[in-house]
């Protein structure tokens, strides 16, 4: 785990990192990422996903405001070498907005009228599954219940094109604990994500470990029976400008 001071003058804090794909010990695939932190608290979240079994590359970009509710997004997949789709969203107080494209040339144009702002959008990097842990307010019930959520796809490995979905579900706080990672060690906030009765229903258990310094960065997940999936952090860098 390493900060860097840099001159520059431009007032942002960028966090770079690495988190790898393991099962049974094996690598199937990494995600490479950088966040930027901005003095009017928007936080802008740039990935690089692979995934070696199911052939998925995936090209993501993310702007949240200060209350983390997503305002843009931009979401490109790739399966097998092929272009899956591509799309780009925006989110206001009133209305979500898509324009994407499917392979081979199927265009897709959405407008979602909202009674109330959506509070997180799921583009299927790890980094972003502990960004919908920003949810949880500390200062409540153990476990909590979060309507207004959006997904870019409802498949497993995010493979589909994307496109706006509506979903539900529950967050526990497991609680706080100190874990040791490849990429060091880190105080963490542990979540069990609470998908019964969601549109993913038939997800395994799924437990994140996020850092506990308000970023939310993705420490460690563990996906369980019958996948046993397991992502950790195999670098950070935190940078002040």
């Known amino acids: 785990m390493a900060v860097t001071e840099t001159v520059g003058g431009l007032e942002y804090r960028l966090v770079h990192g690495a988190i790898r794909y393991t099962h049974d010990e094996r ?8 966040i930027s932190v901005h003095r009017d608290g928007s936080r802008i979240l740039r990935t690089f996903s692979e995934i070696f079994e199911t052939r998925v590359v995936r090209d993501v970009s993310m702007r949240v405001d200060d209350n983390w509710h997503p305002r843009d997004a931009f979401v490109r997949v790739t399966v097998d070498n092929r272009f899956r789709g591509s799309g780009w969203f925006v989110f206001d107080e009133h209305e979500a907005q898509g324009e994407a494209l499917h392979a081979p040339a199927s265009r897709l144009s959405q407008r979602v009228r909202l009674d109330a702002p959506v509070r997180s959008f799921g583009t299927h990097p790890i980094l972003g599954d502990g960004w919908h842990t920003a949810l949880f307010d500390m200062a409540g019930p153990p476990q909590q219940y979060f309507e207004q959520i959006m997904m870019s796809s409802y498949a497993f490995d995010g493979s589909t094109g994307p496109e706006l979905l509506p979903v539900s579900f529950g967050i526990e706080l497991v609680g706080r ?3 040791e990672v490849p990429a060091g060690e880190f105080r963490t ?3 069990r994500f609470l998908l019964a009765r969601s549109a993913f229903d038939d997800h395994p258990p799924y437990d ?3 850092t506990d310094d ?3 960065v993705m420490v460690r997940a563990y996906v369980g029976d019958p996948r046993h999936l397991l992502y950790e952090l195999e670098r950070y860098e935190a940078v002040r400008r």
């Open 27 to 34: 690598m199937r695939g990494h995600e490479r990422f950088t």
């Open 177 to 179: 604990e100190q874990i």
């Open 189 to 191: 906030r542990h979540f």
């Open 208 to 210: 994140v470990w996020v």
């Open 214 to 216: 308000g970023d939310y």
